[in-house]
């Protein structure tokens, strides 16, 4: 058997792994590992400004491909920098595995020079975490944490490594586990039979069903058998923040998102509804409103592959743990069994009535049939995600930040394919929208990879924007300029009489068009809605550019529908700034 | 309801933490907490118990569960159970409230286990009512220190938490 130092043994598990980037910032804790990844490792590692960016790129990267992601960080500063993007990805269940490095063993406890309690710190927004006590025990820990992070409802797991169990002088015998059992780790392989021909049953008994597809659908790679069910029964589908592109978004079955800033028709459908199947979905805060006026006709048949999230929130009448894809396979067997024996499942009349009622709510203040926001002098930000929605012919992987953006992102770009709409959900980190795109498009280099930010957002890892020149990451950033902080704004307009607590910059923003070009890439700014959709076409004509669409627009703009809270059910909405239900 | 809550988790460093950390993280109040190894070294056996509704503890159960540091759950209060409960307590015993001392120590079927010229240190085992209402016949004697175990629980009959399955 092969002897490789600590060090070593990381660099060669990481090839064992399949890795195939690394993602990352070095420091003295994790030196003997830099040394052993520079003399012999095929990883690439891609060098990040901040730590916090290594951790979003590689979860930018985990969202667009389904693999797990890979930070590499140092102790203390390195480690709490990473914090956020670990707490991002655990919010959203998206799996990563961060190395981080560790004072050496016989230092640990004394402060250090750069020690930090990265376990300690780490502990609640991680799925698991390993301190590594011995180098023979890194192969195996290693394993897995990739196995723990990408099975189950996935999640970041952090592998704390001292210092001194890395050292190039120390050599042991590595071998690379092929599989690993732990006896206190067993995600449901497959979903209980008797409750799914339960949920089959009453799924076909409804006369207002409406499918209800969060962001597990996606981490389940069950999108395929989602839209068959929809199809077959022809029942609405709609489709959390996190959920989005799990059901073509542009299909007419699709009712757009739901929640806070859903679309009318799928908050009144849900509303309405006398069967909710919710898939990989965990009945959110920003989705229910007031839970105890909850979709208050509803049954509720819920599939997931976490057993927690299960009546969690909202009781579940019918919960089905396992993976919703397996799930969800068979229920359309037994779907099909039982229409078989009774062909006149489900009632056609009761779901003519129904799409007949949906139809009318969509005619009424529909997204896209309404006219959902007014025009003025001034470009409007939706009119922005429009254009990009037409220079990428809807077919980008998008990421954005966290604010006005990111909702009229989700509004206005109707996702036809899983894993195209990258955004933070959970935890709503800004500054998680470019460093992800790096990610995405490392993973996807012949794709059109745009960030939706704002100026406020973009702000907090503009670092990157270096990072992205190191490794000529032809990303197109959109700003969403309108000089305040949107959607602080927009709270303090609608509950707090329009006072602006510190979410203005007076006078302080950079001229962004030079600041790119700085960097080395392109910028441009765009201030009549006559210029948008060329300069639109030009920055994603060039191919090999990051391109830096500084778009002005109207400060004024509020993002609609929004649910009325407190007290308020799911139907209860305001359409604009003076129109509610 | 208050429920006994008793686990076998990996006797590794951290996993305690990360059994209390999700109850401050979630909001659950622990209210004893009794944690030792077991005839298995690599295994602990963490008792606990906590008060909530029944939903709210299938909750704490199932987040437990997920721990990735936590084999084997059992909520105690679901079957017939013994639990168990120790408590030391010293007390200011002089004059005519050495003897009365003595015989509440014998009813409560306790033990005095340290003798000094004014000092019992008395030992009691049971439920943790038992416990308390020791402590409340003693209101009139001077209460030095009060140290106590927590509740250690197990389920009566057959029924076993183990790694192996034996029915």
């Known amino acids: ?581 | 309801m208050r429920r006994i809550i008793s686990m076998l988790m990996e006797n590794e460093p951290g996993a305690l933490s990360r059994v209390i950390g999700l109850f401050s993280q979630r909001g659950y109040n622990i209210e004893t907490l009794n944690v030792a190894p077991t005839n298995d070294p690599t295994l602990s056996r963490l008792t606990l118990t906590t008060v909530g509704s029944d939903l709210r503890i299938e909750q704490l159960t199932k987040q437990l569960n997920k721990l990735v540091d936590v084999v084997k759950l059992a909520d105690l209060t679901e079957g017939a159970h013994i639990e168990r409960d120790m408590m030391l307590i010293k007390v200011r015993a002089s004059g005519a409230a050495r003897h009365e001392i003595k015989r509440t120590t014998d009813i409560f079927r306790g033990q005095i286990v340290d003798v000094g010229p004014d000092i019992y240190t008395i030992q009691i085992i049971g439920t943790s009512e038992k416990l308390d209402a020791f402590v409340a016949a003693m209101s009139d004697a001077d209460i030095l220190e009060v140290v106590r175990s927590g509740v250690a629980g197990i389920s009566r009959g057959e029924k076993v938490l183990s790694l192996e399955k034996r029915f």
């Open chain 1, 1 to 581: 058997m092969e002897l490789l130092s600590g060090g070593e043994m990381i660099a060669r598990a990481l090839e064992d792994e399949g890795v195939e980037y690394i993602f990352g910032y070095p420091g003295g804790a994790v030196l003997h590992i830099y040394d052993a990844l520079f003399k012999d490792c095929k990883v690439p590692h891609i060098l990040v400004r901040h730590e916090q960016a290594a951790t979003h790129a590689a979860d930018g990267y985990a969202r667009a491909t389904g693999k797990t992601g890979v930070v590499l960080v140092t102790s203390g500063p390195g480690a709490t920098n990473a914090i956020t993007g670990i707490a991002t990805a655990y919010m959203d269940s998206i799996p990563m595995v961060v190395l981080s490095g560790q004072v050496q063993s016989h230092l640990i406890g004394e402060d250090a020079f750069q020690e930090t309690d990265m376990i300690g710190i780490s502990r609640p927004i991680v799925k698991h975490s390993f301190m590594v006590k011995r180098t023979e025990d890194l192969p195996i820990m290693i394993k897995k944490a990739f196995l723990i992070a990408s099975s189950g409802r996935p999640g970041p797991v952090v592998i704390d490594i001292p210092k001194d169990l890395t050292r190039p002088d120390a050599k042991y015998e590595y071998h690379y586990p092929e599989t690993v059992k732990m006896r206190s780790y067993a995600p449901a392989q497959r979903g209980h039979t008797g409750q799914i021909k339960k949920a089959a049953k009453l799924l076909l008994a409804a006369k207002r069903p409406i499918i209800y597809a969060g962001g597990g659908v996606l981490l389940g790679d069950a999108s395929e058998q989602l839209t068959q069910l929809a199809r077959e029964l022809n029942y609405p589908v709609t489709k959390t923040l996190m959920g989005l592109g799990a059901y073509p978004g542009s299909d007419r079955q699709c009712l757009g998102m739901l929640g806070m800033h859903g679309f009318y028709e799928a908050n009144m459908a849900m509303h309405n509804s006398d069967c909710i199947l919710a898939v990989g979905a965990r009945f959110d805060d920003r989705v229910t409103n007031t839970v105890g006026k909850f979709c208050p006709g509803a049954k509720v048949i819920h599939i997931d592959i976490d057993p927690a999230s299960i009546s969690k929130i909202v009781m579940a009448d019918i919960p089905i743990v396992g993976p919703v894809q397996s799930v969800l396979t068979e229920m359309l067997a037994q779907v099909a069994l039982l229409r078989e024996k009774d062909s006149s499942l489900p009632d056609k009349t009761a779901l003519s009535l129904w799409w007949e009622q949906i139809e009318e709510w969509r005619a009424a203040h529909g997204l896209f049939t309404g006219r959902r926001f007014s025009e003025s002098d001034m470009i409007m930000p939706q009119q922005v995600i429009q254009s990009l929605y037409r220079a990428t012919k809807g077919d980008a992987y998008i990421t954005s930040d966290v604010g006005q953006h990111q909702m009229f992102a989700a509004q206005y770009y109707p996702f036809d394919k899983p894993r195209r709409w990258i955004n933070s959900g959970g935890l709503g980190t800004m500054g998680f929208g470019l460093p992800a795109a790096m990610g995405v498009k490392l993973a996807f280099p012949d794709m059109d990879v745009a960030c939706v930010t704002g100026e406020g957002s973009i702000q907090m890892n503009i670092q990157e924007l270096s990072t992205c020149t190191q490794y000529d990451s032809a990303i197109k950033i959109i700003n969403l300029r309108n000089n305040n902080l949107g959607m602080v704004t927009q709270w303090q307009d609608m509950q707090y009489e329009g006072r602006y607590a510190m979410s203005t910059y007076e006078d302080s923003l950079p001229d962004f068009v030079k600041l790119v070009e700085a960097y080395g890439h392109v910028g441009i700014q765009v201030t009549n809605l006559a210029d948008l959709d060329g300069a639109m076409d030009e920055a994603f004509s060039m191919k090999d550019k990051l391109v830096f669409l500084d778009v002005i627009i109207d400060p004024t703009e509020h993002v609609y529908p929004m649910h009325i809270a407190p007290n308020g059910a799911m139907k209860d909405m305001w359409l604009s700034k003076n129109e509610r239900t």
